[in-house]
Antibody, heavy 115, light 110 residues
Framework: EVQLVESGGGLVQPGGSLRLSCAVS????????MHWVRQIPGKGLVWVSR????????TYAGSVKGRFTISRDNAKNTLYLQMNSLRAEDAAVYYC????????WGQGTLVTVSS | QSVLPQPPSASGTPGQRVTISCSGS????????VYWYQQLPGTAPKLLIY???QRPSGVPDRFSGSKSGTSASLAISGLRADDEGDYYC???????????FGGGTQLTVL
């Protein structure tokens, strides 16, 4: 069964850090580019970051560049998003998505940034 | 304001045909493929159309996509009640070096 399962969301104070994970199964993970996309509940989709299949290329949205780091462990079939210096405006549901263009999506994990 | 403006809402009655537009520029839709996603209430987005007009396996042929210049559109024919949800266009933006999404169109089946 093909699955993408995000985890690691939760409540964090402004300025804090959080690491999201996305466990992928049912795919040859190492063959695919991966993305993080976020969505404030009730609002639209916003692309956050992507990483090439071998991890050599990473790209970020301007709003998170320098604060977020995308990475992957192809041996563990897992994608990560390290989020530092979190702000209130980073609060959202974070989805991981597989494909050169986002194709298959996980169910999302909620990040809340509040004191 | 989204990089890819879409009408905020669209509606139709069962069986009708509706179209949703997506406006871009020479840095995104113009030179690149357009993708469309469907997000039903309480669920994750699902790829509906890729590379302007291609349907993934399992997506009914009631859904079709087209692109002309710097604009794109999604057409849904034979509208059904379970088509209600939000629809987003997306494309790679060469100037931003990132993916951009439309603001989304909420489809209501009357």
């Amino acid at each position: 069964e093909v699955q993408l399962v995000e985890s690691g969301g939760g409540l964090v104070q402004p300025g804090g850090s959080l690491r999201l994970s996305c466990a992928v199964s049912g795919y040859t993970f190492r063959s695919y580019w991966m993305h993080w996309v976020r969505q404030i509940p009730g609002k639209g989709l916003v692309w956050v970051s992507r990483i090439s299949n071998d991890g050599s290329i990473t790209t970020y949205a301007g709003s998170v560049k320098g604060r977020f780091t995308i990475s992957r462990d192809n041996a563990k079939n897992t994608l990560y998003l390290q989020m530092n210096s979190l702000r209130a405006e980073d609060a959202a549901v974070y989805y991981c998505a597989l494909g050169e263009a986002p194709r298959d999506w996980g169910q999302g994990t909620l990040v809340t940034v509040s004191s | 304001q989204s990089v890819l403006p879409q009408p905020p809402s669209a509606s139709g009655t069962p069986g009708q045909r509706v179209t949703i537009s997506c406006s871009g520029s020479n840095s995104n839709i113009g030179p690149n493929y357009v993708y469309w996603y469907q997000q039903l209430p309480g669920t994750a987005p699902k790829l509906l159309i890729y590379r302007n007009n291609q349907r993934p396996s399992g997506v009914p042929d009631r859904f079709s996509g087209s692109k002309s210049g710097t604009s794109a559109s999604l057409a849904i024919s034979g509208l059904r009640a379970d088509d209600e949800g939000d629809y987003y266009c997306a494309a790679w933006d060469d100037s931003l070096s990132g993916w951009v999404f439309g603001g989304g169109t909420q489809l209501t089946v009357l």
